[in-house]
């Protein structure tokens, strides 16, 4: 079982950064890929970026890539997002979520952190 949660959200203007964290119970932390995710009002939860337990390569959604930078710190059993050249539309309750499944399934998410970007 691992518990999840979420921090760092908050009301940035467009072009700022912010730097979301999510801390990790368990003692096998670095065996889960972890991912994160967004849903904005009215839409459905898209992938943002996950990070792989084994290998550490990194993975992003288009529409963010050059712009946000998912790491992880095993010894803290925490996993980060940071979000620079902030847009009016990433605004999002941002999800973090972890699996050991290859499939790409997540089965642990946390609660979610409010990330606003005022145009």
């Known amino acids: 079982q691992v518990q999840l949660v979420e921090s760092g959200g908050g009301l940035v203007q467009a072009g700022g950064s912010l730097r979301l964290s999510c801390a990790a119970s368990g003692r096998t932390f670095s065996t889960y890929t972890m991912g994160w995710f967004r849903q904005a009002p009215g839409k459905d939860r898209e992938f943002v970026a996950a990070?792989?337990?084994?290998?550490?390569?990194?993975y992003y959604a288009d529409s963010v890539k050059g712009r946000f930078t998912i790491s992880r710190d095993n010894a803290e059993n925490t996993v980060y997002l940071q979000m620079n050249s902030l847009k009016f539309e990433d605004t999002a309750v941002y999800y973090c979520?972890?699996?050991?499944?290859?499939?790409?399934?997540?089965?642990?998410w946390g609660q979610g952190t409010q990330v606003t970007v005022s145009s």
């Open positions: 990070i792989s337990w084994r290998s550490g390569i990194t």
């Open positions: 979520a972890a699996t050991q499944r290859s499939s790409g399934q997540y089965d642990y």
